[in-house]
């Protein structure tokens, strides 16, 4: 039931080394901070401290950046305008174009990523970041759901996943071994990411002798909420090879989404993934590594086979969300973790994935290419 | 002294939303005793849109078709631990029920006692809650097939065209560290700012960080500052009466610029001056609350003092400063 409008895709695309064009947009910095179980300070310092690693990084200032913006929601901290404040942290001065989305950081990249696409500009930075330890993120979530029919059921989006993971083991497409093994790679993996929330060498079958929670998931199988941010600079094509000479180009970027009728969708498959997957060029070449917003456990094998990812993608090597999940902001990590492994010349090109809404409703997927 | 709490609120909006020519008799239904969808095309679609989900035409009353009152439950999970949110304080189910005569799954709740009475595949039935409000929450289900008891229904209620939601968060936290330094200098009597590292400005209260040079500040930053200063600002209000409103008498509200300080507070409300009385570059002199009489009431959200510190603001009776060296104060 997803949109079929043209797909959004930068002219350039595919595993070849292609010519770029002037409005090629490629990554040139990143930064993120640690998955904290609770920040003590404001909002505003978590992304202070993350955009001031970010441009000493990139070794830019903040006045040159054209265009800022920021993901974020404002009611996980209870706090009324929190992303008026939280313009302070990414710098108030000297007076910029300034945007905001109530969504993860990934789609204020999506915006910035076309703004920059006009021509006139040339640098964005992108913020993700989230509270979400004052509040229970479960209480806020299920506001997203319709207004009439689901959200005053109090149907959040651990109750979805419940009932999608049931479907998908009753369908026969995953087991309750395949979904613990999904967090227990995670584990393995986050072991090697200083940003991790979660430090468990837990087995398959110590994972699966914890109590049900929202059965057939486990608590494990919610990924573990965090206060956190993330930021990224973007730039054209000429200011981008000027700032670095290890660009990470954004080949197609493309965001889609299913119905908000629950009895309308395939909770099973994620056709708005496979969508956007089409429009964004995932199959144009190798996918070396998947970073996937992966907040339930068996979330991962739904967006595998929707992606048609082989074996040899390394997929969530961060360990993913399941690891440590920065609400608002884990999004826009993914794209950050596959960016930094192309930099530094880990893979040459990857996907990363973004999610919003219950059962995997809107997928935006970003496609990442190395080379000058 | 008064003990810093940690903070524990909940931020409520009463959201109303007007239901249109289709979620008005479904909800009218729920209300009344049946369950309604729309059949667009050869499908029945429970709960029912006000369009074609395939082609996005508009999908009218006239569409609308009685479905239940029970079905099949095709997709479930089990709630051991229900949310604030949640219809159920006991465990009870989310599933997809799949109604006799639907062709779409609708999501509700299954109060089957125990996850072993749940399985795909089972039958479940309506029931109507004794109190219905024209809400999905008017009805639930359970285990079986045998049909509910007629509701009473007030055949003179009107239609549902307004549907209420009152949604809320419950927020927990400590007070942040530069937050909690402030408040117990403001208990001991002092005022405590902090100086930036970046240009040498002391910001009364601070943020925690200077924003203008992007950085952030810690306890080696802090200042005491004076509890004399000057007006930068003023308003006066005439209290508007609406729901929760205390004032009933016009005040000044004023920002004082702390001498010390480089930032001005805000939001000091002053009581026994006249607003004839009251200009820019007036001298104020805070007076404290004897120091048992203090109240912790701060949190991470204000950006002023707090007025459970002090009696009021006086006079001092110094000569005002001159206004044009403020401006760079005056909001």
């Known amino acids: 039931m997803s949109q079929s409008t043209q797909p959004a895709q930068s002219p350039q695309s595919g595993s070849a080394q292609p010519q770029r064009h002037e409005n090629d947009i490629a990554i040139v910095g990143f930064a993120q901070t640690d998955a904290h179980v609770r920040y003590d300070g404001p909002e505003v310092v978590l992304i202070m401290e993350c955009v001031n690693a970010l441009l000493a990084g990139a070794g830019i200032e903040r006045h040159d950046i054209d265009f800022t913006i920021a993901g974020s929601c404002d009611y996980l901290s209870g706090m009324p305008f929190a992303f008026v404040s939280n313009v302070d942290g990414m710098g108030a001065w000297p007076p910029v174009y300034e945007s905001h989305v109530e969504m993860d950081g990934a789609w204020a990249l999506f915006e910035a990523w076309l703004r920059l696409q006009m021509g006139d500009i040339d640098v964005a930075m992108v913020v993700g970041s989230g509270k979400s330890s004052p509040c229970n993120a479960r209480e806020v979530f299920h506001l997203q759901a319709d207004p009439y029919a689901v959200a005053p059921l109090g149907l959040d989006p651990d109750a979805m996943a419940g009932i999608a993971a049931r479907s998908l083991i009753e369908s026969r497409k995953a087991t309750e071994t395949e979904i613990a093994e999904v967090v227990a790679r995670s584990y393995q993996a986050a072991a090697s990411n200083p940003h991790a929330q979660i430090r468990s060498t837990a087995s398959v079958e110590e994972l699966l002798a914890a109590p049900y929670d929202m059965a057939p998931l486990r608590a494990h199988d919610v990924s573990p909420k965090a206060d956190g941010a993330a930021a990224l600079l973007i730039a054209r094509r000429d200011r981008a090879r000027e700032l670095t000479d290890s660009p990470v180009w954004i080949t197609g970027l493309d965001h889609r989404i299913e119905s908000h009728h629950a009895g309308l969708r395939d909770l099973t498959d994620s056709q708005s993934t496979r969508t956007a997957a089409a429009g964004s060029g995932v199959a144009d070449g190798a996918v070396d590594v998947a970073e996937l917003h992966v907040t339930h456990a068996h979330e991962e094998i739904i967006l595998r086979n929707a992606l048609n990812l082989n074996p040899s993608t390394a997929v969530n090597p961060s360990g993913g969300p399941l690891a440590g999940d920065p609400v608002m902001a884990t999004g826009l990590v993914r794209v950050v973790e596959v960016a930094r492994r192309i930099a530094a010349g880990e893979a040459g090109r990857g996907v990363a994935h973004a999610s919003s809404g219950a059962a995997l409703q809107q997928n935006l997927l970003c496609v990442l290419q190395g080379g000058a | ?331």
């Open chain 2, 1 to 331: 002294m008064a003990e810093l709490q940690d903070i524990d609120f909940t931020l409520e909006y009463p959201y109303t939303r007007t239901t249109g020519p289709i979620i008005g008799p479904f909800l009218t239904g729920l209300r009344d005793g049946r369950i309604l969808a729309t059949k667009v095309g050869d499908r029945v679609i429970c709960p029912p849109l006000e369009y074609d989900p395939d082609t996005g035409a508009t999908v009218g009353p006239e569409n609308l078709v009685e479905v239940g009152p029970a079905g099949e439950v095709t997709g479930w999970t089990w709630v051991t631990r229900p949310t604030s949110k949640h219809p159920f304080e006991h465990p009870f189910a989310f599933a997809q029920i799949k109604l006799d005569g639907a062709d779409t799954t609708m999501l509700h709740v299954v109060d089957a006692g125990s996850e072993d009475a749940m399985s795909t595949g089972m039958r479940v039935v309506v029931r109507f809650r004794s109190e219905r409000l024209g809400t999905i929450n008017d009805v639930y289900f359970v285990p079986g097939d045998e049909p509910p008891e007629a509701p009473e229904v007030d055949d003179d209620a009107e239609p549902v065209t307004i549907t209420e939601h009152l949604i809320g968060v419950r927020i927990r936290e400590p007070l942040q560290p530069h937050r909690r330094r402030f408040a117990e200098g403001l208990l001991a009597g002092k005022i405590i700012g902090q100086r930036s590292p970046a240009d040498g400005k002391v910001h009364v209260p601070s943020r925690g960080y200077d924003a203008t040079n992007r950085v952030p500040m810690t306890s080696e930053h802090d200042v005491e500052v004076a509890d004399v200063g000057t007006v930068t600002s003023f308003t006066e209000i005439v209290p508007v009466q609406y729901h929760g409103q205390t004032e009933t008498e016009p005040y000044i509200r004023c920002s004082v610029l702390l001498d010390g300080a480089d930032t001005t507070v805000g939001g000091i409300d002053i009581r026994d001056i006249s607003v004839e009385d009251f200009r820019v570059g007036m001298r104020l002199q805070m007076v404290w609350r004897d120091s048992g009489d203090r109240m912790g009431d701060l949190d991470n959200r204000g950006y002023g003092l707090n007025e459970e510190v002090y009696e009021r603001w006086e006079p001092t009776g110094e000569p005002d400063v001159d206004p044009e060296s403020l401006k760079e104060h005056n909001f």
